[in-house]
């Protein structure tokens, strides 16, 4: 089952633009909520993260929104640039073992100049 | 400083042959994890190490899959009897430490293994 869900699978924003992804969970356990983000032929970057004890998490032009009631979370990229163009990640992860990241299927993010 | 560096980058085998998969942590870290990545998914957890030990190997998906650690250094993944759905790219990642629960995984590049 996927504990994770991911939309939309791709997204095309206007330089300038806001760029929004949504995640999804289901396991109330879940804990930790990093966002990763991964070039072509890369491996995945730690871009953001966030814990349930806050609705929001600011760094830069990347913002975390948390709904823990409804289970959901959420990347927002101010400002977007074309090279942020990238497939994002959420994830998740429970507590006392933190180290079991579970991903969603990921988000094709395309910046146009 | 260098990151987690994995090789080799591509690896072409046929069914049934046996792949060594390599990854160099991040000088100082104790953590250690391997992931699988299939096409057009997120990275799919595998194994765990805190130094030379095997943590957790729950996301190995059967026998035929195995990883070390000898000297809490180096890993290398094994994989035994490939199939084609064994296709994927493998990614290494290191943390600096378990302790903390919020640690930074640093990812390597990735194999990209293709089995024939």
């Known amino acids: 089952q996927q504990q994770v869900k991911q939309s939309p699978q791709s997204l095309i924003v206007q330089k300038g633009g806001i760029s929004i992804i949504n995640c999804a969970y289901e396991?109330?356990?879940?804990?930790?909520f990093p966002w990763y983000q991964q070039f072509p032929g890369k491996g995945p970057a730690l871009l953001i993260a966030?814990?349930?004890?806050?609705s929001e998490k600011k760094e830069g032009r990347f913002t975390i929104s948390f709904n823990k009631s409804a289970k959901q979370f959420s990347l927002h990229i101010m400002d977007s640039q074309p090279g942020d163009s990238a497939t994002y990640f959420c994830?998740?992860?429970?507590?006392?073992?933190?180290?079991?990241?579970?991903f969603g299927k990921g988000t094709l993010l395309t910046v146009n100049p | 400083g260098a990151g987690v560096s994995q090789t080799p980058s591509n690896k072409v085998t046929e069914k049934g042959k046996y792949v060594e998969l390599r990854c160099d942590p991040i000088?100082?870290?104790?953590?250690l994890y391997w992931y699988r990545q299939s096409l057009g998914q997120g990275p799919e957890f595998l194994i765990y190490?805190?130094?030379?030990?095997?943590?957790?190997d729950s996301g190995l998906p059967n026998d035929r899959f195995f990883a070390v650690r000898p000297e809490g250094s180096v890993s290398t993944l094994k994989i035994q009897r490939t199939e084609r759905g064994d296709s994927a790219v493998y990614l290494c990642?290191?943390?600096?430490?378990?302790?903390?629960?919020?640690?930074?995984?640093?990812f390597g590049p990735g194999t990209r293994l293709t089995v024939l």
């Open positions: 990642a290191s943390s600096l430490t378990r302790t903390s629960s919020t640690d930074t995984q640093y």
């Open positions: 396991n109330t356990a879940f804990d930790y």
């Open positions: 966030i814990r349930p004890d806050v």
């Open positions: 994830a998740a992860s429970k507590m006392g073992s933190n180290y079991k990241l579970t």
């Open positions: 000088s100082g870290h104790t953590a």
């Open positions: 190490f805190q130094g030379t030990g095997a943590a957790d």
